[in-house]
C-alpha cells in the first residue's frame, strides 16, 4: 500500500502553465500505476492521464497535446505538466496507484485505483 501526497496547484491564468506532483511512500513503488484525476465543482471525478512503472502513458481527449505526465521511479514522484491551459481545466487535482495493473486494459477510472491523496487545487482564469 502507497501513501501518496499532491502539491503545485494554485491559481494561473488561461493560456499558462502549472505543474503537478504526486509524491509516494511505501514498498513495492514500481509495481503500481499511478494516475492522475481531476474534480470540478459539480462534476464527477474524471481520470485525466495514467502512467505505469515502464513510463507507458495514456490520456484523456480532452487534455492530449495539452498535457504530459513523468515519472522518477528514483524518486518515487509523479508528474502532470500542464500547458494551454483551460478555464474548464479548474478543478480539484487528485493522484491514485493501482497495484499490478495493465494500463493498456485498464480505465482511467477512479474504481480501478486505490491509495489516494487528498488533492491540490488548481485555478484557471481569464
Known amino acids: 500500500q502507497l501513501q501518496l501526497a499532491e502539491s503545485g496547484g494554485g491559481s494561473v491564468q488561461a493560456g499558462g502553465s502549472l505543474t503537478v506532483i504526486c509524491s509516494a511512500s511505501?514498498?513495492?513503488?514500481?509495481?503500481?500505476?499511478v494516475g492522475w484525476f481531476r474534480q470540478g465543482r459539480g462534476m464527477f471525478r474524471e481520470g485525466v492521464a495514467a502512467?505505469?512503472?515502464?513510463?507507458?502513458?495514456k490520456y484523456a481527449g480532452s487534455v492530449k497535446g495539452r498535457f504530459t505526465i513523468s515519472r522518477d521511479n528514483a524518486k518515487k514522484t509523479v508528474t502532470l505538466q500542464m500547458n494551454s491551459l483551460k478555464i474548464e481545466d479548474t478543478a480539484d487535482y487528485y493522484c491514485?496507484?493501482?497495484?499490478?495493473?495493465?494500463?493498456?486494459?485498464?480505465?482511467?477510472?477512479?474504481?480501478?485505483?486505490?491509495?489516494w491523496g487528498r488533492g491540490t487545487q488548481v485555478t484557471v482564469s481569464s
Open positions: 502512467i505505469n512503472g515502464d513510463g507507458d502513458t
Open positions: 511505501g514498498y513495492r513503488y514500481n509495481d503500481y500505476v
Open positions: 491514485a496507484a493501482a497495484r499490478n495493473r495493465r494500463l493498456r486494459e485498464m480505465n482511467i477510472a477512479p474504481g480501478e485505483f486505490g491509495s
